[in-house]
């Protein structure tokens, strides 16, 4: 009597794999041997499906639901990495290098997954290689995505943290440097120079004729006011200047360290992908091996027997 149920169940598993892209290019009998290999479980809003840094002993495709994948920086704040919906996998770095979880996932809303084991996962892909390959092509697209989330981030965080510490002087000191170094400061002081040399020299001109006369204007040629104007301005926009440059540079500094970080988590997340696969393949050459050798024990075993028959067969 409870036959048809699990029946119509098992219908139902099937045509739910058979929606998932990771599997369109199964066919359908692989589709129903995969079916029979997965356990399907729901978690609640809120629930953690695994904690990062623990074993990974199986992989999880999404059914039904929303998953969050997610890390702590170094400050412990919480990084989303990635949300998965219907028909996306995860947790299968762990289960392809045997090593630990890399993040952790919980559902944002009541989901229902599937559970493939770590030792029938390992028996499907090696038995399904082209399943193998679509698999690395997510996880490397998935790769991407996570180095340009950390990118963006840690690039984000120098930027506010260096502006979180800036005091008012600093805040001084950049926009001066901003101003002291446009085209709009340029030409208001060139401006300020030849009016201030013109109205002197005019002025001289008109009360005495001749523009050097010390006693013609308020600074006469060769204005020596205006010089010791302009080197006073340059003793303190000097100094300014230096200041915010060398905060440029500190954030600079910061920024290198932080891409630096960058690209060393991607080239060991690449390394832990490489070894993986080539876990993978080794698994598929000893598989290989072992069909050889019973292969050829089978073989020997039947040209035994037909041996042996054909030896009674003679002395009949």
């Given at each position: ?52 840094n623990e074993p990974g002993d199986a992989m999880y495709i999404v059914r039904r639901g929303r998953v969050r994948i997610w890390t702590r920086d170094a400050d412990t704040n919480e990084v989303t990495l990635a949300l998965l919906e219907a028909g996306a996998f995860f947790g299968e770095l762990a289960v392809l290098d045997g090593g630990e979880r890399s993040a952790t996932a919980t559902c944002t809303i009541e989901s229902e997954l599937y559970r493939l084991s770590q030792k029938d996962f390992h028996s499907f892909m090696l038995a399904h290689p082209a399943v193998a390959v679509d698999m690395i092509r997510h ?178």
């Amino acid at each position: 009597m409870s036959s048809p149920p699990i029946a119509e169940e098992f219908d139902t598993q099937r045509q739910a794999v058979a929606a998932i892209p990771l599997f369109k290019s199964l066919a359908p009998e692989e589709i129903a041997s995969l079916a029979g290999l997965l356990k399907e479980t729901t978690f609640q809003d809120g629930e953690t499906i695994f904690h990062e840094n623990e074993p990974g002993d199986a992989m999880y495709i999404v059914r039904r639901g929303r998953v969050r994948i997610w890390t702590r920086d170094a400050d412990t704040n919480e990084v989303t990495l990635a949300l998965l919906e219907a028909g996306a996998f995860f947790g299968e770095l762990a289960v392809l290098d045997g090593g630990e979880r890399s993040a952790t996932a919980t559902c944002t809303i009541e989901s229902e997954l599937y559970r493939l084991s770590q030792k029938d996962f390992h028996s499907f892909m090696l038995a399904h290689p082209a399943v193998a390959v679509d698999m690395i092509r997510h996880i490397g697209l998935r790769l991407r995505q996570t180095n340009q989330i950390v990118s963006e981030r840690i690039t984000r965080n120098v930027n506010d943290e260096m502006e979180e510490r800036m005091t008012f002087g600093e805040r001084i000191a950049d926009r001066v440097a901003t101003f002291g170094g446009s085209w709009t400061f340029i030409f208001i002081f060139g401006g300020v120079l030849v009016a201030w040399m013109a109205l002197n020299t005019y002025i001289a001109w008109a009360r005495t004729g001749n523009p050097a006369d010390p006693n013609g204007a308020f600074d006469p040629f060769p204005f020596i006011a205006l010089n010791l104007l302009l080197s006073s301005l340059a003793a303190f926009q000097a100094p300014i200047i230096m200041m915010s440059q060398n905060r440029s540079a500190t954030k600079d500094r910061l920024a290198a360290e932080n891409d630096f970080k960058v690209n060393l988590k991607s080239e060991q997340m690449l390394q832990d992908l490489t070894r993986s696969m080539r876990r993978l393949q080794n698994d598929q050459m000893e598989e290989l091996r072992a069909l050889v050798r019973q292969r050829s024990s089978d073989e020997s075993i039947h040209t035994q027997v037909a041996g042996t028959s054909e030896s009674a067969n003679t002395r009949g």
